[in-house]
């Protein structure tokens, strides 16, 4: 069964870390399902949503954390969508 995460990653930037991330991430059996990478003053920061099978999911964030522990990682649950609100006239 697939799972869904936001991912956010904080630290210092350097060459290839967008490689190495989805490297890893690719590794576990995870995807990429939407992403945002900003640089500013030697800074990276990235914040995703990650599709992966369930039972992959700590192993993701394990080997994120040991592979990378420069960098700091966040973990949330999407919000469900809210559906709009609609009214009907008779």
Do not use: C
Not at 49 to 68: G, N, P
């Amino acid at each position: 069964m697939q799972t869904v995460f936001i991912m956010t990653i904080v630290g210092d930037d350097r060459p290839d870390i967008i490689n190495a991330l989805a490297k890893t991430t690719r590794s576990t059996g995870g995807e990429w399902v939407k992403s945002k990478v900003t640089r500013l003053d030697g800074q990276f920061t990235a914040i995703m949503k990650v599709s992966i099978d369930q039972s992959q999911a700590d192993t993701l964030k394990e080997a994120l954390a040991a592979e990378f522990p420069d960098l700091s990682f966040f973990h949330a649950q999407p919000r469900e969508l809210q559906a709009e609100h609609t009214t009907v006239y008779d």
